[in-house]
């Protein structure tokens, strides 16, 4: 069944990946009223990456999110290598200087749930599931030359 419901924000993302989430996230973290369309009911899609780089785990520290993050489900990888006939050192990961000095892997579906769930705690934030963009809407729109 098809439902229809007028919505009116600030800004809509059309996506819930990691990218309009985090947006999302990010934007109603500063106040601003967001709403999130993710076309599938949940974020369980096979698909997805499951490897959080070091940059975004720093980046979760400096929002304070880093200890609840880490309690999720996940492994860690110091050091990569490869075996070529012998094993090759490819990244260590241990020398960098962020505070957590490793990969964590964790299934993108665990991370998603994690951002919505940080989300829900600003009240200009909403996901709505189930629900695709399907066109966009221009008003009154200026041109480059006009905005000069
Ligand atoms: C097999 C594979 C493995 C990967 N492994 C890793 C990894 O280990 N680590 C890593 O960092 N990156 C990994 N990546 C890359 C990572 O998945 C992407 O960089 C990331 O998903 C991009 O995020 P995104 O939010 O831009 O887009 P997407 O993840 O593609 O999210 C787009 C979202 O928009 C939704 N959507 C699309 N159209 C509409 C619409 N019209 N209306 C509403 N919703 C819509 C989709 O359902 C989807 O949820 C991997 C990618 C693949 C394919």
Redesign the pocket.
Known sequence: MTQSEEVTTTVCI????????MLGVLLARSGIEVVV????AD?FRD???????TSTLQMMDELGWLEAFLALRHDELQVATAMFGQTIPLADFTRLPTRCKFLAYTP?WDFLNFLAERGKRYPTFRVLME????DLIEIGRASCRERV
Not at 14 to 21: D, E, L, S, W, Y
Not at 47 to 53: A, K, P, S, V, Y
Not at 131 to 134: C, D, E, L, P, Y
């Open positions: 059309v996506g819930g990946g990691p990218a309009g989430m369309l993710e076309k599938y974020f698909f997805r990456g499951d490897t959080i780089h993108q629900t695709s963009g399907t």
